[in-house]
């Protein structure tokens, strides 16, 4: 599923609550991980709350070429900020 823009609103409501899409934010891209399984456990969010952005946090985790390729099947679209 791609959508052009993401609004706020729309990932705050897709947070992984109460059976709800989980989509997360990375470097300004909102990917929807509902369904993916981290090879390294749990998705660590660096503040509270769906809009922060993880991008530090995946960068600094190393992540591999594959990784980042697998990402694009998971790409929702790009985060509209207010």
């Known amino acids: ?3 052009e823009y993401v609004t706020k609103e729309q990932l705050i409501e ?3 609550d109460k059976d709800k899409k989980f989509w997360i934010l990375i470097g300004n891209k909102v ?3 509902t369904t993916f399984k981290h090879p390294g456990g749990k ?3 660096k503040e ?3 809009c922060a952005d993880l991008e530090e ?3 600094d985790a190393g992540h591999s070429n594959s990784a980042i ?3 694009s099947n998971l790409y929702v ?3 509209k900020q207010d």
Do not use: R
Request: aromatic fraction near 16%.
């Open 1 to 3: 599923m791609n959508i």
């Open 48 to 50: 509270p709350g769906p």
């Open 14 to 16: 897709n947070n992984g």
């Open 31 to 33: 990917y929807d991980v």
């Open 43 to 45: 998705i660590i969010f």
């Open 57 to 59: 946090e995946f960068t």
């Open 69 to 71: 390729e697998k990402m």
């Open 77 to 79: 679209g790009i985060y």
